[in-house]
């Protein structure tokens, strides 16, 4: 058998090596300045318009959220809507309005007046807004449409008129008073023993001026029941 593992024929000579080991690099070609500026001029496009962009919609978002909170500002924010509430309660608590109670000494002096308006007790009633003026008048402050009321119960009867009760409006405390209102009740005939009492009211709706005057008349202060809650006069503005 011929050994083939045996050969006489020396190995391939190794190549020689350099002294260090370099990279190759291969340069990579430059861009050339005709190319770059459309890529440039791109690229600063899409800049400006976003800038563009942002700035239109923060324009638009804020004058939407101004408009949004002028039309709805009770819904928009929690405190938008306690602000709201807050203005609105404000403002009613500083409307007109007046209570009056009839003053139960005023029957009883000796220097009742013989003009027929009712006196009212300024320290048992509630005004807001509204002046009180000698004794019978009220005098407007807020200029504006008024409900205004009254309510007067007679105790005596009048043989010779019926029994009538009267709004009374001037346009100031040296104008002549006209009539705005009145109500009649009628006192029917009855046992000696039972209080014979009867209720004029009246209310109206009556647009009124800065300095106007208001009060309540009858034809005899005598007739009327002085008896807490019997007899009252008021308004409020609507």
Known sequence: MINTYMTTMAPPPVPPRLAGCHPVLIPAPLPSRGRSKPLIWFLV????????????GFIYLYHYDRK???????????????????SEKQETSYRALARMVVDQRSHTSDQTPASGFLQWDINHSVLRNISYYHKSWLTIQQPGDYYVY?????????????????????????????????????????PALIPRLCTASQGEAITLEKGNQLSVWVQDLSLVNYEDGATTFGMYKL
């Not at 949004?68 to 807050?86: D, V, W």
């Not at 709004?167 to 104008?175: A, E, H, M, P």
């Open 68 to 86: 949004f909170l002028i039309q709805l500002p009770s819904e928009k924010q929690g405190e938008g809507k306690t602000a709201y509430l807050s």
């Open 150 to 190: 009254s309510r007067v119960t007679f105790s005596k009867g009048d043989s010779k008129s019926p029994l009538v009760s009267k709004g009374k409006l001037r346009k100031d405390d040296k104008g002549e008073a006209t009539d705005v209102m009145q109500a009649y009740c009628n006192l029917d005939s009855g």
């Open 45 to 56: 496009g899409v800049v400006m318009l976003h800038v563009f962009l942002s700035l239109g």
